[in-house]
Structures are given as structure tokens and as C-alpha cells.
Nanobody, 115 residues
Framework: VQLVESGGGLVQAGASLRLSCAAS????????IGWFRQAPGKEREFVGR????????YYVDSVKGRFSISRDNAQKTAYLQMTNLKPEDTGVYYC?????????WGQGTQVTVSS
């Protein structure tokens, strides 16, 4: 099983980025997908998740209204659309797949937001 994130980069505050999480060797539609991030010197934190059907999403308060998670089960890909980025959004972003626990993780993609 492999999850591969992409789409990170260096942007200025206020910009947007879309991250992708592509899965292989996984029954993608059977897993909730979560996004996490880890800032330098801090613990990994939960950003949001989308349930397996894609009908519901959940977000940490700090990103509500700015971030949006979606998925394409046919393409085995999930997305994290980030708008109005802030310097405090800087970190390595990870996707993970869950069937009750976060069973599988990607390697992460770096997002850096300059002020």
C-alpha cells in the first residue's frame, strides 16, 4: 500500500495550494482519508478528514473556511484545497488512510508560506 502526496511548495501569505494524495494497492473507497501537518519543532496535528463516501468532511477549527477536502474514489485520489494560506500553515503535510485507525501514511509534502 502506498500513499503519495504532491502539490506542496513555497507560496506567499494569502495564496492557495492544492495538495493531492494518490493511493495504490488500496481499496481506496473503503477508507476515510485524513490530512495532517507537522510544523518545525511541533507535533503532528490533525487538519481534517473525509469519510469514505465523500459525503462528510471534518476540519480543525484553525482551517475551517479556508481548507477543503475532497476525493475521487475512481481515481483513488484525495485532495486538500488550501486558500488564504497563512505563515502558521507552514509544515509537512501528510495524508493517511483509516479503517478505524490511521493504518497507512504518505511520506509528506512540504508547504511553506512566507509572510
Amino acid at each position: 500500500v502506498q500513499l503519495v502526496e504532491s502539490g506542496g511548495g513555497l507560496v506567499q501569505a494569502g495564496a492557495s495550494l492544492r495538495l493531492s494524495c494518490a493511493a495504490s494497492e488500496l481499496t481506496f473507497s473503503s477508507y476515510d482519508i485524513g490530512w495532517f501537518r507537522q510544523a518545525p519543532g511541533k507535533e503532528r496535528e490533525f487538519v481534517g478528514r473525509i469519510i469514505r463516501s465523500g459525503d462528510s468532511t471534518y476540519y480543525v477549527d484553525s482551517v475551517k473556511g479556508r481548507f477543503s477536502i475532497s476525493r475521487d474514489n475512481a481515481q483513488k485520489t484525495a485532495y486538500l484545497q488550501m486558500t488564504n494560506l497563512k505563515p502558521e500553515d507552514t509544515g509537512v503535510y501528510y495524508c493517511a488512510a483509516s479503517r478505524g485507525s490511521w493504518n497507512y501514511w504518505g511520506q509528506g509534502t512540504q508547504v511553506t508560506v512566507s509572510s
